[in-house]
Nanobody, 117 residues
Framework: QVQLVESGGGLVQPGGSLRLSCSAS????????MDWYRQPPGKQREFVAA???????NYADSVRGRFTISRDNTGNTAYLQMNDVQPGDTAVYYC???????????WGQGTQVTVSS
C-alpha cells in the first residue's frame, strides 16, 4: 500500500504563485510516475501534470509554461510549482500514482486551491 498526502493549497491572487507538495509513504518502491490532477467546481477531474522517476515531465496544455512539476531525490515527494495562477486554476488538486506491478491506483485526499482577488 501507498499513502499520498498533499499540502500547500490555499487562497492566492490572480498572477500569484503557490507550491503544492505530495508526499508518498508505504511501499513507494512500487510506484512509478507521480501525477497531479484537479477538479474544478462542478466539473470532472482533469490531468494537470506528471513526472516519472527519471524526471521526465508532461503537462496539460492549459498549464504548460506556468506550472512546473518536479520530484525530490528520494522520489517520494512531488511538487507542483504554480506560477501566474488564474481564476480558472481554482480547483481541488489531487496527487495520484499507480503501483506498476498490481496497477492499483492511489489518490491523495486533495488540497483546495482558490484563485481570487
Amino acid at each position: 500500500q501507498v499513502q499520498l498526502v498533499e499540502s500547500g493549497g490555499g487562497l492566492v491572487q490572480p498572477g500569484g504563485s503557490l507550491r503544492l507538495s505530495c508526499s508518498a509513504s508505504g511501499s513507494t518502491f512500487r510506484i512509478g510516475a507521480m501525477d497531479w490532477y484537479r477538479q474544478p467546481p462542478g466539473k470532472q477531474r482533469e490531468f494537470v501534470a506528471a513526472v516519472t522517476k527519471p524526471g521526465n515531465t508532461n503537462y496539460a496544455d492549459s498549464v504548460r509554461g506556468r506550472f512546473t512539476i518536479s520530484r525530490d531525490n528520494t522520489g517520494n515527494t512531488a511538487y507542483l510549482q504554480m506560477n501566474d495562477v488564474q481564476p480558472g486554476d481554482t480547483a481541488v488538486y489531487y496527487c495520484h500514482s499507480q503501483d506498476y506491478i498490481s496497477l492499483q491506483h492511489y489518490w491523495g485526499q486533495g488540497t483546495q486551491v482558490t484563485v481570487s482577488s
